[in-house]
């Protein structure tokens, strides 16, 4: 795992356009995250697609997550708020958008979304943020190696975190996050340094979901100064 450190939230974001624009050239499969630490990289994204600069044109996506179970236009759900911070500004095709669809009975929200996975995954560039628990997409502590897409319930910290009244939710798993070719991590604020002092130093385990990734051939986390401060 590769660790780059830059001095605040904007050069970080800089730095995660950089590597996310020379690896756009050969994935054809991106994978989103949400939450608010992409937010600043999803604007570079936009403005970088509005002026030419790069193209989603012939490329899908998958997301990593989504509440369950929650409408695609409710306020808190991650398909709203990636149609309002990047699908809306970039050229990619919406039939080349895959979703969890958070509407359907469990077995069949989770099995639409592998059979999507099947049919056009595995990752090329997966974009990921942290939890405060170390988690990734929304595999919470006691995420296992082998996990698959499912529906998971969240830990109380995430929701008091997260400041939000859903208690469940589906993913993506450990196994399909590792399957992806490319991995770049966004970290910022001290808030997530203890975070990411076990996932980069800590031993490999499921109650630090993220600490998966030091097996991982190619990822690297780009941080701010202040969530590598534990380093
Ligand atoms: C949520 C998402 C994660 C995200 C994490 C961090 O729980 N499921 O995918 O990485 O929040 O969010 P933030 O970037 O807002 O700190």
Redesign the pocket.
């Known amino acids: 795992m590769k660790i780059i450190v830059r001095d605040n939230y904007k050069e970080m974001s800089q730095e995660a356009f950089r590597l996310f624009r020379e690896s756009l050239r050969d994935s054809s499969v991106i994978g989103f995250?949400?939450?608010?630490?992409?937010n600043l990289l999803y604007s570079m994204i936009s403005n970088e697609c509005r002026a030419g600069n790069i193209s989603f044109k012939g490329k899908s996506s998958f997301n990593?997550?989504e509440y369950y179970p929650i409408s695609r236009g409710s306020p808190e759900s991650y398909r709203r708020y990636m149609e309002e911070n990047l699908f809306r500004n970039i050229d990619i095709n919406r039939d080349m958008i895959n979703f969890p669809d958070s509407m359907m009975d469990e077995d069949e929200t989770v099995r639409r979304y592998l059979d999507a996975y099947r049919r056009s995954g595995p990752v090329g560039t997966q974009i990921?943020?942290?939890?405060?628990n170390g988690?990734?997409?929304?595999n919470e502590p006691g995420s296992a190696r082998d996990s698959e897409i499912r529906i998971v319930r969240l830990s109380e910290d995430?929701i008091s975190r997260?400041k939000t009244r859903m208690s469940m939710?589906v993913?993506m798993g450990i196994k399909e996050i590792m399957e992806s070719t490319r991995i770049i991590l966004l970290a910022s604020g001290t808030e997530?340094s203890e975070s990411i002092k076990r996932a980069v130093k800590g031993r490999v385990t499921g109650d630090v979901p993220a600490s998966f990734l030091q097996e991982h051939e190619n990822t690297t986390f780009v941080l701010d100064r202040e969530a590598a401060r534990l380093l």
């Open positions: 995250a949400t939450g608010s630490t992409p990593l997550d990921l943020g942290i939890g405060h988690h990734i997409g929304f995430t997260n939710a993913t997530k």
